[in-house]
């Protein structure tokens, strides 16, 4: 029987392409967005993860076709442009609602049946960015911080029952991402720092990596007998980043991601 896999945010950019490179590969991919659009040969779920009700049906139409779910990938989620002090908190709750709380509520519709069945993997779409800080987009590094930590704390409580979690960390990755960013407008203290690296960031990603990069990571992880907890993807500049942070005292590597941050 084919392997089954659910990937949350399908109908656009890095969820589209990992379920497009797991149908090609055999999986059986259940495609969820609000939309419910989906990738050819896979099977498009109307799912919005900001609501519970919505999980829980799109997940219960899964399990029914197909009885389990083997792999779970979850790409829902956008970007939140603005100053920290400029963010209403309705803004701020909406962007942890989707990228955060959206992956909790997708989690806990899914383990369930994966304990049942004696094993699973889960892949969570972090970011570089929920390692290294980037500036003006503070509550979407807040959310793949949450998820870093969350990953950490769930790997270890779902071992026991077969089931391996690990996260992907994209840099700049070239989709509708960018033009689909909410950003807000930015006080007179914040404006002309905020544009600058804005636009810097923008740069990036309309020049960054193509999106099926992630998702033959994600590939490589669900097939691996012993998979990382995290696999960074993009440009090898970007990436040295990670390797920086955790070697350079906290000074030097601030002074040196200042430039490439738009800072």
């Known amino acids: 029987m084919a392997r089954t896999a659910l990937v949350t945010g399908a109908s656009a950019g890095i969820g589209w392409a990992c379920a497009q490179q797991l149908a090609k590969e055999g999986w059986e991919v259940y495609a969820a967005s609000r939309r419910g659009t989906a990738p050819e040969g896979c099977r498009g779920v109307v799912m919005d993860v900001d609501d519970d009700r919505s999980v829980t049906e799109g997940t219960a139409e899964i399990l029914a076709g ?16 603005g100053a920290m002090e400029d963010t209403p908190l309705a803004d701020a709750r909406a962007q942890m609602e989707t990228n955060f709380w959206g992956t909790v509520r ?18 969570l779409m972090s970011s570089i960015g929920g390692v290294i800080a980037l500036p003006f987009q503070s509550f979407y590094s807040a959310s793949k911080f949450a998820l870093e930590g969350l990953a ?6 779902v071992a026991p029952f077969g089931v391996k979690v690990s996260l992907v960390q994209p840099g700049n990755i070239k989709t509708d991402f960018t ?6 407008p930015g006080s007179q203290a914040y404006e002309g720092a905020m ?11 309309r020049n960054g990596a193509p999106a099926g990069d992630v998702a033959k990571a994600v590939s490589r992880l669900l097939t691996s007998s ?3 907890r995290r696999i ?20 030097l590597f601030q002074a040196a991601a ?6």
């Open 195 to 205: 544009s600058k690296a804005i636009s810097v960031m923008e740069r990036d990603e």
């Open 106 to 123: 997708v989690l806990q519709a899914v383990l369930p049946s994966m304990r049942a069945a004696g094993g699973g993997r889960v892949v």
């Open 152 to 157: 950490e704390s769930l790997a270890y409580e």
């Open 226 to 228: 012993r998979p990382p």
């Open 179 to 184: 033009a689909r960013r909410r950003t807000l």
């Open 232 to 251: 960074s993807v993009g440009r090898a500049g970007e990436r040295v980043g990670l390797v920086a942070k955790r070697a350079l005292p906290f000074s």
């Open 66 to 81: 197909a009885g389990t779910v083997d792999a779970v990938v979850t790409c829902a989620g956008w970007g939140l442009g």
């Open 258 to 263: 200042k430039g490439s941050l738009g800072v």
